[in-house]
């Protein structure tokens, strides 16, 4: 089966920055990419970054040049990690970690607070 576990988050203030982690295991095909979404209070779910195995990467274009995404391999495990600086108070949401196995639907992880206020 496969697990989705994040970590990292927290409360900070405006132009600090917060790193969140993400691992999956049990992807018994393997794994073609992971990423994060995010879900403002009251709004939808929207793309953050999405990041390939081969390392290729697209972000939302609110997180361009503050946000970089990277993607590691080990012991079974892929790890997706998003580093997050000059952050904003509009940056505030629930993060959610996603896989993309081979041959399986997309997994999601349970979600993580990230909230940026003074």
């Known amino acids: 089966q496969v697990q989705v576990v994040e970590s990292g988050g927290g409360s900070v203030q405006p132009g600090e920055s917060l790193r969140l982690s993400c691992t999956t295991s049990?992807?018994?095909?393997?794994?073609?990419?992971m990423g994060w979404s995010r879900q403002p209070p009251g709004k939808q779910r929207d793309l953050v970054a999405h990041?390939?195995?081969?390392?290729?990467?697209?972000?939302a274009d609110s997180v361009k040049g503050r946000f970089t995404i990277s993607i590691s391999r080990e012991n079974a495990k892929n790890t997706v990690s998003l580093q997050m600086n000059n952050l904003k108070s509009e940056d505030t949401a629930v993060y959610y970690c996603?896989?993309?196995?081979?041959?399986?639907?997309?997994?999601w992880g349970q979600g993580i607070q990230v909230t940026v206020s003074s």
């Open positions: 990041i390939n195995t081969d390392g290729s990467a697209n972000y």
């Open positions: 996603y896989v993309d196995p081979r041959l399986r639907p997309r997994a």
């Open positions: 049990g992807n018994k095909f393997g794994v073609q990419a």
